[in-house]
């Protein structure tokens, strides 16, 4: 079994699939832009990846059940290092100070960030992380932001 697609809820379509699209390099796939039902099918190389469906209002909260974060493996710390320079240019706010570990001594690590409607987010590589400190002693870095 693997993952198909994820599917989030939204409260604006044109700021989150521009947010998404900009952040991951996606493609709209289909999408309806006006009407009462608000969707878009973002993917890459005609694969769907992702669903925004605007029909929130609000914002995320992590105090309630249901998901904690995504997480998005990229190739190596240098895209990590270009996805945080992306994100920093688009003034989007991070959980830690730039990249770090998943945990202590762990090499894999990457930058913690929010999407425009306060999802937890999350871009990291399996190895080159390790130069950095681990913001939560004792635990995963990626449980608690």
């Not at 992590?62 to 688009?90: C, K, N, Q, T």
């Not at 990291?124 to 608690?144: E, H, I, M, Q, V």
Request: glycine share 14%; net charge negative.
């Amino acid at each position: 079994m693997k993952t198909g697609h994820i599917a989030l809820n939204v409260t604006d379509l044109a700021r989150s699939t521009a947010f998404y699209r900009t952040v991951f390099a996606l493609e709209v796939i289909g999408e309806r832009a006006d009407g009462g039902q608000r969707f878009a099918f973002l993917g890459r190389d005609g694969a769907l990846v992702l669903t925004l469906w605007q029909q929130s209002t609000g914002a995320f909260t992590s105090d309630r059940p249901g998901l904690h974060h995504l997480s998005f493996e990229v190739a190596d710390i240098d895209a990590v290092r270009e996805a945080e320079a992306l994100l920093r240019g688009m003034g989007v706010a991070f959980a830690y100070d730039g990249i770090v570990p998943h945990g202590e001594g762990a090499s894999s690590g990457g930058i913690f960030f929010t999407d425009p409607d306060g999802l937890r987010l999350e871009i990291y590589a399996p190895s080159g992380a390790d130069t950095a400190d681990a913001p939560t002693p004792g635990a995963p870095t990626c449980g608690f932001f």
